[in-house]
């Protein structure tokens, strides 16, 4: 059937007629356009399989295969606060009135195991394949957490938050040896819990310099160096407020890249959710240290400061730049929305610059939730794309026609696969996305 994925930032390749083979360890053994069905027996045997052990799947016109989304900033345990308290309010109002509150509930394993449950099975419903998760802070519901992605099936990088002030007494870090305990237990159990499948895998998560003493940022960055392939994530140049009372907090640093790099917490491995505010000193810091950008756009409109990342600027200078459902700051968890809010937010960024940098097109939306996302994740070899030899994660989408349910544009008989594939990401949403696969197996329920 048809295929699309993307090749680069700019390119998307439509395959039509295109025969996929997936072996049993999830691997895409081939990738081949225009193939007549009476072809397949011998590209089989060629790869050196009996024609008859593989189940071979048609598509129709209206149905393809793409990439699965990666989430490449997400907040586990505000699963249940979506949509909560968020319009309008200030990021540290919202963080002390709405957010800790729900994650406190965390210290309840019981509740972890149920909530985090439906968590990763709503991700994976609307074709989450693979998800940068903050955890709570505590280290028992985190470790849950990477459980419970390993039980369904989806590919993570799992974090503890570490917060050791400025939050209630009730829901920190009672040290900087309890924080950096826990996070060396949870990186232990993760690597420990799925060596074979690799599909999840612990993250540095300190949530932001102004939840971190410089103690707890200093021994963070010591195991970073101590594990120079783990991921590191952390909120940045998110809001004005933040800015300046990280400023306050620490103003021995000129920025913020400043102050996470003098930490040891930039390398090539480092997630940056949101970078709005960036002096250009910082850009450069970015583009030298090869950081990656998770674009956040919904939660960077609900909240007080309306704010703009400037992404066109990033994709110049080449930084990688992913998507983030943010969820729950973002009130929706589902990276077809975070796409279409990137699309509206560049605008505003066009308008903004007078014309100066352009609008998203839908090939470079498409490609920031699925291989730029990869690329933030240091999946890229892995996923993000049906490159022979990368595991097969990938969405089987209906478009269907006039009575199948849903708001979906109709497809009318007239439309290209590029139309079909447009209205789908405008004006489609989970009931279009029928089968999820992550690496060969089939986890969407
Ligand atoms: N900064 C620190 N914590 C958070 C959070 O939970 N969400 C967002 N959007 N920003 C943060
Ligand atoms: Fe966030």
């Known amino acids: 059937g048809t295929v699309i994925h993307s090749i680069s930032l700019t390119e998307l390749e439509v395959l039509q007629n295109c025969f996929m083979l997936v072996d049993k360890s999830g691997k895409i053994q081939t990738l081949q356009a225009d193939v007549q069905p009476e072809q397949i027996i011998a590209i089989v045997s060629d790869h050196g399989y009996a024609p008859d052990v593989f189940p071979v799947k048609y598509l129709r016109r209206g149905e393809f295969l793409c990439p699965g989304f990666v989430d490449t900033h997400n907040h586990a345990p505000q699963w249940a606060q979506r949509g909560l308290g968020i319009r309008g309010e200030s990021l540290l109002d919202w963080l002390n009135k709405v957010t800790f509150a729900h994650e406190a509930k965390f210290a309840d394993v019981e509740y972890a195991k149920r909530m985090y449950a439906s968590c990763v099975a709503g991700f994976l419903q609307q074709g989450i394949t693979t998800a940068s998760y903050y955890g709570s802070h505590h280290g028992q519901a985190t470790r849950i957490l990477a459980d419970v992605c390993v039980d369904k099936g989806q590919r ?70 101590e594990h120079p392939d783990l991921p590191i994530q952390t909120h940045f140049n998110e809001a004005q407020q933040e800015i300046q009372y990280t400023r306050q907090l620490f103003p021995q640093f000129r920025t913020e890249a400043d102050l996470y790099r003098q930490y040891g917490l ?9 970078c709005i505010f960036l002096e250009e000193e910082e850009i450069q810091t970015l583009q030298h240290l090869r950081c990656g950008v998770a674009h956040c756009p919904i939660s960077n409109t609900t909240m ?21 459902t943010d969820s729950g700051g973002g009130y929706s968890s589902s990276m077809l929305d975070a796409m279409k809010q990137a699309f509206i937010v560049s605008n505003a960024r066009h308008m903004l610059t007078k014309g100066q940098d352009a609008p998203l097109s839908l090939a470079e939306g498409f490609f920031l939730a699925t291989l730029g996302g990869a690329q933030v994740c240091g999946l890229e070899d892995r996923v993000g794309n049906f490159a022979v030899g990368k595991e097969f994660d990938a969405l089987q989408i209906h478009t269907g026609e006039l009575e199948q349910p849903g708001v979906m544009s109709p497809v009318e008989e007239d439309d290209s696969v590029l139309a079909i594939f447009e209205k789908f990401l405008m004006t489609g949403d989970d009931r279009n996305i029928v089968k999820v696969y992550v690496r060969g197996r089939s986890v969407k329920v």
């Open 266 to 274: 930039l390398n090539d491995r480092t997630i940056l959710a949101h």
């Open 304 to 324: 007080q400061e309306f704010m703009v990342a400037p992404i066109r600027e990033y994709l110049r200078r080449g930084i990688k730049v992913g998507l983030g």
């Open 156 to 225: 993570a990088l799992v974090g503890k938050c570490n917060m050791n002030r400025n939050a209630p007494e009730w829901y920190r870090d009672a040290s900087v040896a309890d924080s950096l305990r826990e996070t060396r237990q949870l990186i232990r159990h993760v690597q420990d819990l799925d060596p074979e499948n690799d599909l999840v895998k612990p993250i540095l998560t300190p949530r932001f310099a102004i939840s971190c003493e410089s103690d707890l940022l200093q021994g963070i960055g010591e195991i970073a160096k």
